[in-house]
């Protein structure tokens, strides 16, 4: 999918009255945190604000959140409506979400489902998958297939049909096959940026006002591994 602006890095891949869709960088958050870093929210506010020479305040609603270290689409809603709207077709897992990973241990199946029960750390900011059921944990499933075996490593593309806290990154961790980069979840090494090679790669939904079907593509990052795909 083009690009259709790369204002101050700022990677827009749809814009509309209602919605602003971004590809989102390693090291990006999206919602301000402890940190205090600067979000992405709030850099999306400033191009909204200067692009459309807006007074006062701008008024921008988070539908969804990437993890800091992953790239690929963020969905941000630019009116209440359109954010009501979003929220529900999240909720309500009326999106089609496909990610693609990079691992270096070779699922043992080419292409599987996964059936999880995730409990969330709240100390470590982690969660791991069980294959049974454990107190306070909530069913996560996906579906993987291989979709590029490289020289070192193996492509996986990923479909999403719940949305649980670092799911991914503890399921494929929990079969033996972490995310290149992901210290958190096994890998044995970090990238040099950082980041971790999972990739929010397409998001398809119905537009909350317009009710057209929205397909998005977003590019993965420039590097060596990306590329090979």
Do not use: C
Request: net charge positive; hydrophobic share 35%; glycine share 6%.
């Amino acid at each position: 999918m083009k690009i259709i602006s790369n204002k101050d890095n700022l990677q827009i891949l749809h814009e509309d009255n209602h919605i602003i869709v971004i590809n989102k960088r390693v090291g990006d958050i999206v919602q301000g945190d402890k940190t205090g870093d600067k979000p992405l929210s709030d850099v999306v506010k400033e191009y909204i604000k200067d692009k459309y020479n807006k007074p006062g305040e701008v008024f921008l609603g988070v539908v969804h959140r990437l993890d800091r270290p992953t790239t690929g689409i963020v969905v941000f809603a630019r009116t209440s409506k359109a954010l009501t709207r979003m929220n529900e077709l999240f909720s309500n897992r009326e999106t089609q979400k496909t990610y693609w990973a990079i691992v270096k241990n070779k699922p043992s199946n080419s292409e599987d489902k996964l059936v999880h029960f995730m409990k969330r750390n709240e100390k470590n900011n982690t969660s791991k998958a069980h294959i049974k059921e454990v107190p306070d944990s909530k069913i996560a499933s996906l579906d993987y297939k291989i979709i590029a075996t490289l020289q070192n490593y193996f492509a996986l593309e990923i479909h999403l049909h719940t949305g649980r806290h670092h799911q991914i990154r503890a399921q494929l961790s929990a079969i033996g096959s972490p995310i290149k980069g992901d210290l958190k979840y096994g890998f044995d090494r970090s990238n040099p940026d950082g980041g971790i090679h999972l990739h929010a790669r397409k998001l398809v939904f119905i537009h909350p006002v317009s009710k057209e079907n929205i397909e998005i593509i977003a590019p993965t990052p420039n590097d060596v591994i990306w590329n090979a795909i």
